[in-house]
């Protein structure tokens, strides 16, 4: 390629209009109405994701120029993502990470887009072969993504090959949130998770689902919980990672009388959470604009920036990489990298601040719904979950965190098995 075409003169239409004329070149396929070919707006058209090398060139000199910060005597992480171990990861993603092989690997999966409400959304479509599996959509929060639910997709949807039982199987769909991934961010303020349910309902009607359950932690639960309110007649069930609630009636942390140990000891982790880990959300909500200038032009600041959440909310007791390896950390980081789409990322937290953070309806959600619980992840009280969602199923994990279908992918294929077994 020519000087011109560098990754400051490929825009991420641009990228995706790559990505879609190399699919539709490769397999005979329509062009994803990306690249001129004009198709019905509801078509749903098979993606492949291949970045150009030109976006992968820049990257590596990027990497090679990094200027990292100093850092204070025996910090560690204590003033966040700790230096040595950025270096480290660094020349690991200089030398021996191969985009080419995790692209071969997130391209297994069924891919696809569609457009829905004038937006391209980016969705996985794993389809089980058995007659009686059911739709599940499945939705990441920040900051993660589609490449969190890589180890799940195949045993949820073909469950005999993966020690289960045939008649657990799913349809798994996993969109990729508007402004995430390959999913075109709204060009428009005001566009929050509500919004997002309304997509997400969209595309299940789109693929012929009239009864489907639907999975979600971090953004995820919330676009989930607001997806069985704005669709209940449509879903069957919801599964949480992350619990959601508000003090029951009449009720706060201020005048709740006696709680029980269990219950104090819950909002004394979440008020510490509130306290030590909320500082992002405060930029994010304020001025993601802002910060966004740097994090979508320094590979140093996005990793920095996303590592360090996937170390402090992961159940991996200080060192991150016994829960996730390097390629899996980057191929995360990668994905926001290579489609510049971080600063939309972060504008979700923009429009929730905007609503009063109102982030459940105002009536209790009637969908059969289930919570399960991992260590490392705080959690509210029952009684204030059970004040805003018809609970079924309530199961605490003996390890994992916020990112639980990476930490522990086994034990949370089998919570959803479980809980849907009875909702068929």
């Not at 749903?44 to 820049?58: G, K, M, N, R, T």
């Not at 195949?154 to 990729?176: K, N, Q, T, Y």
């Not at 706060?252 to 030590?276: F, G, H, I, V």
């Not at 920095?304 to 829960?323: L, M, P, Q």
């Amino acid at each position: 390629m020519s000087e011109k075409n560098t990754w400051d003169n490929i825009d991420r239409r641009a990228f995706m209009k790559i990505s879609a004329a190399t699919l539709a070149g490769t397999v005979g396929l329509a062009k994803l109405g990306m690249t001129g070919t004009e198709s019905r707006q509801d078509a749903v058209e098979p993606f492949s994701i291949h970045v150009p090398d030109a976006v992968l060139d820049d990257l590596r000199g990027r990497l090679a120029r990094t200027r990292f910060p100093d850092q204070l005597e025996n910090a560690g992480w204590d003033y966040g993502t700790e230096l040595s171990y950025l270096k480290e990861l660094f020349a690991y993603w200089r030398s021996e990470f191969d985009w080419r092989a995790q692209e071969r690997m997130l391209n297994r999966l069924n891919h696809f887009r569609t457009e829905i409400e004038g937006l391209k959304i980016h969705f996985i479509h794993q389809q089980s072969k058995e007659k009686n599996a059911i739709p599940q959509i499945i939705t990441h929060g920040w900051p993660s993504s589609f490449v969190e639910f890589s180890k799940i997709i195949d045993p949820l949807s073909d469950p005999a090959a993966h020690d289960g039982l045939p008649e657990d199987a799913f349809h798994v769909i996993c969109p990729s949130i508007p402004g995430y991934g390959f999913s075109e961010a709204p060009g428009k303020s005001g566009f929050n998770y509500k919004q997002v349910a309304e997509v997400f309902a969209k595309l299940m009607s789109r693929l012929g689902y009239t009864r489907y359950g639907a999975q979600g932690g971090d953004w995820g639960a919330v676009i989930s919980a607001w997806l069985a309110e704005l669709d209940t007649p449509h879903m069957n069930g919801l599964h949480l990672s992350a619990t959601l609630g508000n003090p029951p009636e009449g009720t706060s942390t201020d005048t709740m009388e006696e709680p029980l140990p269990q219950e104090k000891k819950d909002l004394e982790r979440m008020n510490e959470a509130r306290e030590t880990e909320t500082g992002y959300a405060a930029i994010q909500s304020t001025k993601p604009q802002s910060l966004g200038y740097a994090l979508n032009d320094s590979p140093a600041g996005l990793a920095a920036w996303i590592v360090e959440k996937f170390r402090a909310w992961s159940d991996c007791h200080g060192n991150v990489e016994t829960k996730f390896t390097k390629d899996e950390l980057l191929t995360n980081i990668m994905l926001y990298w290579i489609t510049q789409t971080i600063t939309s990322s972060m504008r979700i937290y923009y429009e929730a601040r905007a609503t009063g953070w109102k982030l459940l309806p105002d009536r209790k959600i009637t969908v059969p719904t289930a919570c399960t619980l991992f260590p490392a992840e705080p959690q509210l009280p029952r009684k204030w979950v059970e004040a805003c969602f018809n609970v079924t199923h309530w199961s605490v994990m003996p390890k994992g965190g916020h990112f639980p279908a990476l930490e522990e992918p086994d034990l949370f294929v089998k919570d959803i098995r479980t809980f849907f077994r009875d909702l068929r």
